[in-house]
């Protein structure tokens, strides 16, 4: 929440960070212990430790500044006079003086947020809660933009060589060269690391097994629109046109992605199957198998796979004791495309996530007779205004470029504070929808420790339903709800109830989410290189991030993009200038084990 700027922040920032600058210059680290309170975070995406990680308490970023500062070589900390200005804001429920700064390291520009402990005791010299640092460009490898963009005159001066079109079509080709980089999947997460990449000129192809561009979008179920607000998910680069809706339906987002891959000239190969792939430790380069549905199969040998297949990569299919002895269709939630093809049946929907809830709208919409089966306590948010109080930074006024970076500048334990708040503030704002679900039987959480929906997104990517209506058509006994746990077994025509009634059933939906992306990796890549990479998505407990997500992994080569659209925006820069930074020799492949 913007309080109001003052010229003493600016001079209390750039105090702190003059002091900060001198004494890592000094080699006098351990004097950092004065400018830092005793809870304090500072999370680095590259520019000291090429790596995205963050570190928790004075001791240890002590000694991580020590060891990193090295190489690294940062100077010229000033806070930032081109950006949003120093500002009293209230972060997880703490009153900070938060500063936007640029700095210099040896790798390139980068820049960093701030965020000074108002209420210390010392108030000449207050302390630093959290300090984020981040890598903006590599030395020497500046994107072309602006100022900098191609002239075009390869394209014009000479009139009988190949034209811009005549170009395109060679690049996307590939009948003479091999990528640098493969990127499986052309969604929002391979589009914006696609993107990137180009930018920082990456030769880059996107494979995708869908038949047109946008149709992992225009696939999904007839009524879908995005659940949070145009501002919030733009793509890098090219920002949504200003008249655009506030929540996006599926056809306009899948005609946008049409036009970015166009208008940002990205290489994107429509029905191909990545099929997996073998890595050659020696030459650094992958063998992977690519098949068309022209009939034809491509080998390529990239040096770089990016996995951008989302978390719909491979249903989750668990066993419901008795399902085989029902005799109507069973699907999963992936599979479902229209309500239409269901007018007047009888329906059940087992998993009340998103996909559940969606699923069962649309169904009653249809003039289906629905059930939905809960199998566990889900989170239930109205969509407005509860589910957008996460983005209320992006409400503030500063440029999208200073919302992401203040984004990114919020370390795990200031990030789950904060999600607490904000599910608190929501149980509150949604008392009444929360109150008539528990009447109808619905069983409520909060997600653990009360972090809600956003962790549970970010721990296991579900769990949660945003209420476009279907939790209105519980209360109001429209769309039927019964736990899972009375349920006695499936019959031919449908489910045997406990209290001896029975649930006829024409149809049952699976709605019961994906499997993680390790369980992809071990079918494209085998058991060793998915024993290898481990866990990916949900937090690792040492870094305080989330696992293999945006960084170099433990096998050289393959790098995961996923999340919501701000997060491919965001993180899609930092993973590009790794990948750029791996080809032009400044880091290694496979990043060193030990952080500290
Ligand atoms: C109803 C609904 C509303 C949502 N609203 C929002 C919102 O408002 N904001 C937001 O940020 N997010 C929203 N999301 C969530 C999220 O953004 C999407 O799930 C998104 O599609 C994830 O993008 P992605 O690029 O990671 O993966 P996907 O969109 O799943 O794309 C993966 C692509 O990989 C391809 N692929 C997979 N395996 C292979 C292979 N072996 N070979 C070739 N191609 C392959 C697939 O064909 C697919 O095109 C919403 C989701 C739903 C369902």
Request: net charge negative; glycine share 8%.
């Amino acid at each position: 929440m913007l309080v109001k700027t003052d010229e003493s922040l600016l001079i209390a920032a750039n105090c702190w960070l003059s002091k900060f600058e001198r004494v890592l210059s000094s080699s006098e680290c351990a004097s950092i212990t004065l400018l830092f309170n005793i809870d304090c975070h500072w999370r680095d995406l590259l520019a000291f430790t090429w790596q995205i990680t963050t570190v928790s308490g004075i001791e240890k970023i002590q000694k991580a500044l020590e060891i990193y500062s090295k190489t690294a070589k940062p100077s010229g900390f000033i806070v930032d006079v081109l950006r949003t200005p120093p500002r009293r804001v209230t972060r997880a429920g703490v009153e900070v003086i938060e500063a936007i700064f640029c700095f210099k390291t040896a790798f390139g520009p980068a820049s960093g947020v701030l965020r000074l402990l108002s209420e210390s005791a010392d108030k000449d010299s207050p302390k630093a809660w959290t300090l984020a640092t981040t890598l903006n460009e590599i030395n020497g490898f500046e994107e072309p933009l602006g100022k900098k963009r191609p002239k075009g005159e390869a394209y014009s001066r000479d009139f009988c060589g190949p034209n811009w079109l005549d170009q395109r079509s060679s690049a996307i080709a590939y009948a003479d060269r091999e990528p640098a980089v493969i990127v499986v999947g052309g969604g929002q997460a391979g589009l914006s690391i696609a993107a990137r990449l180009r930018q920082l000129s990456v030769d880059t192809l996107i494979v995708d097994r869908e038949e047109r561009v946008g149709d992992n979008w225009r696939n999904r179920y007839h009524r879908l629109t995005l659940h949070n607000q145009v501002h919030v998910n733009h793509l890098p680069y090219i920002p949504f046109p200003p008249n655009w809706p506030a929540y996006i339906p599926k056809d306009k987002i899948a005609g946008w992605f049409e036009a970015y891959v166009e208008s940002m000239e990205l290489n994107y190969w429509t029905n191909t199957e990545f099929l997996g792939g073998t890595y050659d430790e020696k030459n650094e380069r992958w063998s992977v198998t690519l098949n068309q549905t022209n009939g034809l199969t491509r080998e390529m040998h990239p040096r770089h796979v990016v996995m951008a297949t989302g978390v719909s990569g491979i249903p989750n299919l668990p066993e419901i004791p008795g399902l085989e002895n029902f005799g109507g269709k069973i699907i999963h939630s992936s599979e479902y495309q229209n309500g239409k093809d269901w007018k007047n049946s009888d329906v059940l929907i087992i998993g009340s996530g998103n996909s559940g809830h969606d699923i069962a709208q649309d169904l009653y919409s249809n003039n289906a007779n629905v059930t939905l089966v809960q199998r566990s306590p889900t989170t239930i948010i109205e969509i407005e205004p509860s589910a957008q109080l996460p983005y209320a930074l992006y409400d503030e006024g500063p440029t999208l470029d200073d919302c992401d970076l203040i984004s990114v500048s919020t370390p795990f334990e200031m990030l789950k504070k904060s999600h607490q708040l904000i599910t608190e503030q929501a149980k509150i704002l949604d008392e009444k929808l929360l109150r008539e679900l528990s009447h109808m039987g619905f069983k409520i959480d909060f997600g653990d420790e009360g972090t809600g929906w956003q962790f549970k997104y970010l721990q296991r990517g579900g769990g949660y339903y945003f209420n476009v209506g279907c939790s209105d058509l519980i209360v109001e006994g429209k769309v039927k709800l019964i736990q899972f746990s009375e349920i006695d077994g499936f019959f031919n025509e449908g489910a045997n109830i406990k209290n001896g009634s029975i649930l006829k059933s024409d149809l049952v939906v699976l709605a019961t989410g994906f499997k993680g992306q390790e369980y992809l990796v071990r079918e494209l890549f085998g058991h060793r290189i998915a024993k290898k990479v481990g866990p990916i998505w949900g937090f690792d407990d040492e870094s305080q991030e989330l696992r293999n997500m945006w960084v170099r992994t433990k096998q050289a080569g393959l790098w995961f993009i996923a999340g919501s659209f701000a997060q491919c925006r965001i993180f899609s820069k930092f993973l590009g200038l790794q990948i750029k930074a791996c080809e032009s020799g400044i880091i290694p492949l496979i990043p060193s084990n030990n952080f500290l």
